[in-house]
C-alpha cells in the first residue's frame, strides 16, 4: 500500500515538473519575495500513525506570510484531508487537519524565474472527526509540537504571480488519544481509553503563491 502511494506521488510530481518546466520557457522575470504573500494549493497527503504505513488523501491548503527579506518569508499555513486510519484500530477515518508555524528561505535573485527554497515549520497535528461503526463523531485532539522539513520550487508568470510545487515530511506524537467509546457529538469528557501514539507524515502540493 505504501508503495501504491510513493508511486502515485512521483506520477504527480513528474507532471508537476513538466508543466512547471513549460511555463518557464522564456526570459528571466523579475521576482518577488519581499512583502505579504497568499498561497494556495492541493495535493497529496500520507499519515501513518505508530508504525503501520498510512493511507493516502487529498490534502488542501492555505497559507499566509510575509517576506521579511528577499530570503526569510514566516508563514502561518493550514492543510486539512481525510485520512483511513491505521493505527488507531477504533476508528476507520479520521478528519486531519495540519498546522505550520514556519518560514520558507528562498535562494532568490533579483531576475530570476525559477526560485527554490527550504522550508522548516513548528507543525501541530488536530484530528477534528472521526468514523467509528459508519457513524462520524466530533472529538478533539491534537499533537505535540512536531518538526516538519521540506522544500519547494516557485515559477514565476510575473513579478507578484507564481506557481509552486512543494513536498514537506514531519514525525511527532499524539497525546490523550480517545479510543473505545466516544458518545454522539462529544467533544470532552467522553469515558473513552486516553494513550499515546507516534504519527508521521508527508505532503506534496500545487498551487499559486501571490505576492503584494
Excluded at 66 to 95: C, Q
Aim: proline share 3%; aromatic share 10%; hydrophobic share 45%.
Amino acid at each position: 500500500m505504501l508503495l501504491r502511494h510513493r508511486s502515485r506521488f512521483a506520477r504527480i510530481l513528474l507532471v508537476v515538473l513538466f508543466c512547471l518546466g513549460c511555463a518557464a520557457e522564456g526570459s528571466a522575470q523579475t521576482a518577488r519575495t519581499q512583502g505579504w504573500t497568499l498561497g494556495l494549493d492541493s495535493g497529496a497527503t500520507t499519515v501513518s500513525f505508530g508504525s503501520d504505513p498510512g493511507d493516502g488523501a487529498v490534502l488542501v491548503g492555505v497559507r499566509m506570510g510575509h517576506g521579511l527579506n528577499r530570503i526569510v518569508a514566516p508563514y502561518l499555513g493550514m492543510g486539512y484531508g481525510t485520512i483511513d486510519s491505521h493505527g488507531i484500530e477504533a476508528f476507520d477515518k479520521v478528519k486531519f487537519g495540519h498546522i505550520d508555524l514556519g518560514a520558507r528561505l528562498h535562494l532568490a535573485a533579483d531576475r530570476r524565474r525559477w526560485i527554490p527554497y527550504g522550508d522548516l515549520a513548528l507543525t501541530f497535528w488536530l484530528v477534528t472527526d472521526v468514523l467509528e461503526n459508519g457513524e462520524w463523531t466530533s472529538t478533539d485532539f491534537t499533537s505535540r509540537p512536531a518538526l516538519s522539513v521540506g522544500g519547494g520550487l516557485a515559477v514565476y508568470l510575473s513579478e507578484a504571480w507564481a506557481l509552486d510545487v512543494n513536498i514537506k515530511a514531519g514525525k511527532g506524537r499524539f497525546q490523550n488519544v480517545p479510543v473505545d467509546s466516544i458518545p454522539k457529538g462529544g467533544k470532552r469528557g467522553h469515558p473513552g481509553t486516553l494513550l499515546e501514539l507516534d504519527a508521521a507524515s508527508v505532503r506534496l502540493g500545487v498551487g499559486v503563491s501571490w505576492w503584494w
